[in-house]
């Protein structure tokens, strides 16, 4: 007799359109609630056809059918617990070779299967001919081309479903995992099949084939059944222990790997005979883009010029509010001078200690937020992946391996995430090497440095200038990198593959969120770290009482000057040196110190005075690079510690990085001098 | 067909790109990532998704600038 009822189970991957069919099946017939004991969305609708009464369930979006997801698990559990009537398994046209590895799936549990091949508008536009007969043919099932967002399709899908619900006979197909391994399957079926008390229990549902295959996928829920069922020394056991040892001997191959990979061969092969890609393949914005952006000869040059863009455009654009806090900053250490005279070390700590050297990093605000407006904007389109990958290029040049580079550009913004990012490295070699070389990626922290000195020495070049300090940190992490590969860390790295993600437009809200939400964190440095360093600078520079503020005789001046026969042949003086040591805690400290030196909450046009009378253009240059390379900050030190689980790392990272800033600052002094510039 | 992934990003000299990859092997795009998914769970290679970071500094995105303020994590936080 023929029924009136019947259920359909929908599946498929993520995204193939399952809810659209749906819809389209039911209407506004539909109830939405979840899965038994799981917060997953279960989605029941019906339709009639004919006299026929259909109820629809849409099943999770998932991509295989293991027991490593939640969905997963629901999709097998529904098929092989409810045994629906059919199963509409609703394959995205325009990635069907991905779509197939369920279908296989699906097709081991042994239901009537019905494939809606949806998105053939988006397959066609892509140049993909589907040979819709021959896939049916392949699949032994019904195949029906559906086109969901436009309701096409639906219809003959009713149809089949109605048919395939009347008893219509399909033939249906297996994958065949080729003779070996068949073999082994069919010993293992019939252990299975011969177990009274797995036969009683599991065998309603599940046929014995789909076990035993599951067996060889190593799942771990269908093992644990036949496990309490069975027990772990039963014949099954035995036998799966068997094969297992046999077909290694001759794949060399673990069993899930063989069971995959032939199903990948399975899919590999219908797609060969069934789909037609056209030659001009269609060829995506993404893929355009990269083909300039990636490519071997324009990578670098890109990647380069982007980055001095954004230089360029930080000290353009900042250079006009960062005079409006400026005269605000002025102007509040005034009043406070003018209001506040007594007592006179309070008036000094305030003018001269905290709006001094707090004042003198946070002018620098607006170049700080316009950098982080281009790294959002960067990151949001996706450039900075590529950017990651275009500099592990670089390091393969070099001979190095390994996606140990893509930290490295995360140093740009601040080396502590960066350091804590080399967890992804699954090559301690790699990850100690990244570790130890990516401070000297120069991240934002620097960057009130360079604005400070580049707005006293190369007003006219700032971004270019900024832009070389930067390529200068770049260049020698990859020296660096190299030198640690071949004398501290020698070895190959494990092979690894870069998905990138497709180009999108950022989105004006998502850029001033990661602006601020990354700015907003500067602030707090600024209210926190830096202004207690500013304060102990003040100390300094104030006592012993009696002397001139900031003078050599002060306190600071003494640490200073206790150095300075280390920085001489740098062309530096003492109160480099006090920066350069407080710039220890924090890298912006190093202009706070200036600010505060040279006292009573100057102006920023005051500062630069006073830094020529201490620097030349040529030793404001050196100085700058031994900002950039001199000891990670306390804050990254400590991440290394960490990290790499020794204080000898972390001292070693800073020994390394102070000889390395003195040898390069040395070298750029002694050259500049040969070319006669004036030290 | 698996064997070959491995070996042909094995033997790439330089950085490779899951595109690329599938270009070569004429494999489509999306089925191999599904297959690198495989091969990354079985230890064999390993795939970077830049895209795809939680902001738990376990799977840090390119260009974090501080791990505890990125706006994804947050955003993860709140869910
Ligand atoms: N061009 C085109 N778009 C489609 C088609 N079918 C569905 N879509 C669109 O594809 C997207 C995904 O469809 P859904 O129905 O949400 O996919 P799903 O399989 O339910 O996704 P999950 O809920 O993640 O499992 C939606 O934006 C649909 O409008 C189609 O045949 N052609």
């Known amino acids: 007799m023929a029924k009136d009822r019947a259920t359909v189970a929908l599946a498929g991957n993520p995204n193939a359109g399952k809810t659209t069919i749906f819809n389209n099946l039911t209407g506004a017939r539909q109830h939405i609630g979840n899965w038994p004991g799981v917060t997953v969305e279960k989605k029941e609708g019906s339709t009639r056809i004919g006299d026929l009464d259909v109820g629809i369930v849409d099943l999770p979006g998932t991509y295989s059918l293991t027991a490593y997801s939640l969905e997963e698990v629901i999709v097998r559990d529904f098929i092989a617990g409810e045994r629906p009537d059919v199963v509409v398994n609703i394959v995205d046209a325009s990635n069907i070779e991905r779509n197939l590895y369920l279908t296989t799936q699906l097709a081991e549990l042994g239901v009537p299967l019905v494939i809606a091949l949806n998105m053939v508008d988006v397959a ?157 393949e269609y060829v995506s914005t993404t893929d355009r883009i990269d083909n300039v952006l990636t490519s071997r000869i324009w990578g670098f040059p890109f990647f380069a010029l982007f980055m001095w863009l954004m230089f360029f455009l930080t000290f353009f654009l900042g250079k006009f509010p960062m005079e409006w806090i400026d005269r605000l900053v002025t102007g509040f250490a005034n009043m406070v001078q003018t209001n506040l005279t007594s007592p006179a070390w309070l008036q000094s700590l305030l003018v001269d200690g905290v709006i001094g050297g707090v004042g003198a990093v946070l002018v620098f605000l607006p170049q700080i937020f316009i950098i982080f407006i281009c790294i959002s904007i960067l990151e949001d389109t996706g450039y900075m992946s590529r950017a990651a990958f275009i500099m592990d290029r670089v390091m393969h040049w070099l001979g190095l391996h390994g996606k140990s580079f893509i930290p490295m550009v995360m140093g740009f913004g601040c080396n502590v995430p960066a350091v804590m990012a080399t967890r992804t490295l699954e090559s301690e070699k790699d990850r100690m090497i990244t570790i130890l070389v990516n401070p000297l990626m120069s991240c934002t922290a620097r960057l009130p440095v360079y604005a400070l000195f580049t707005s006293a020495f190369f007003a006219a070049n700032q971004g270019t200038v900024t832009f070389s300090l930067y390529l200068m940190g770049i260049i020698l992490a990859v020296v660096m990198a190299k030198v640690f590969r071949k004398f501290l860390f020698p070895g190959e790295s494990e092979p690894f593959v870069m998905e990138l993600p497709p180009y999108r437009w950022p989105t004006l809200k998502g850029t001033v969120v990661h602006m601020w939400e990354r700015g907003s964190l500067f602030l707090r440095k600024a209210g926190t770290i830096i202004l207690a360093g500013s304060i102990i600078i003040w100390l300094l520079s104030y006592f012993p009482r009696g002397v001139a503020y900031g003078s050599a005789q002060s306190l600071a001046g003494y640490i200073g000057r206790a150095f300075e026969p280390l920085v001489k042949p740098l062309g530096f003086d003492w109160r480099a040196v006090v920066a350069l040591m407080f710039g220890f805690v924090a890298k912006e400290i190093v202009v706070s110190t200036f600010g505060a030196l040279t006292g009573a909450g100057e102006s920023r046009a005051a500062i630069s005075g006073q830094l020529q009378q201490i620097f030349t253009p040529l030793t404001a240059y050196c100085f700058m690079a031994f900002t950039l390379l001199y000891t990670p900050c306390l804050a990254t030190v400590a991440m290394i510690r960490r990290e790499t689980g020794h204080w000898k790392w972390a001292a070693f990272a800073v020994a390394y990085s102070l000889a390395l800033a003195w040898l390069i600052a040395f070298l750029i002094y002694r050259v500049g001098l040969l070319f006669g510039l004036k030290g | 067909m698996l064997e070959r992934i491995v070996e042909e990003v094995k033997n790439n000299p330089g950085p490779l790109t899951v595109g690329e990859l599938a270009r070569r092997l004429d494999i489509e795009e999306s089925a191999l990532s599904g297959m690198l998914d495989y091969l990354e769970r079985k230890g064999r290679l390993s795939v970077f998704r830049p895209d795809e970071c939680d902001g738990s500094g376990d799977m840090a995105c390119v260009a974090c600038v501080y791990g505890s303020g990125c706006p994804r994590a947050s955003k993860k936080e709140k869910e």
Do not use: C
């Not at chain 1, 249906?172 to 073999?183: A, I, L, S, T």
């Open chain 1, 124 to 280: 066609r536009g892509r140049g993909i001919h589907i040979d819709v007969p021959l896939l049916g043919e392949l699949l032994g099932s019904p195949v029906i081309p559906t086109v969901g967002l436009r309701n096409r399709g639906t219809m003959e899908l009713k149809q089949v479903i109605a048919d395939a619900v009347g008893g219509a006979k399909y033939r249906g197909f297996h994958v065949n995992y080729g003779r070996e391994v068949e073999e082994e399957i069919t010993r293992l079926e019939e252990a299975i099949s011969a177990d009274d008390t797995v036969s009683r229990e599991l065998l309603g549902k599940y046929f014995p084939r789909w076990l035993a295959v599951k067996l060889f996928e190593e799942d771990e829920r269908v093992a644990a059944d036949l496990e309490r069922l069975a027990g772990p020394d039963s014949e099954i056991f035995h036998r799966l222990e068997e094969s297992r040892r046999h077909l290694l001997s001759i794949y060399g191959e673990d069993l899930e790997t063989i069971i995959v990979d032939n199903r990948y061969g399975f899919v590999a092969g219908v797609v060969r005979e069934a789909v037609e890609r056209e030659r001009e």
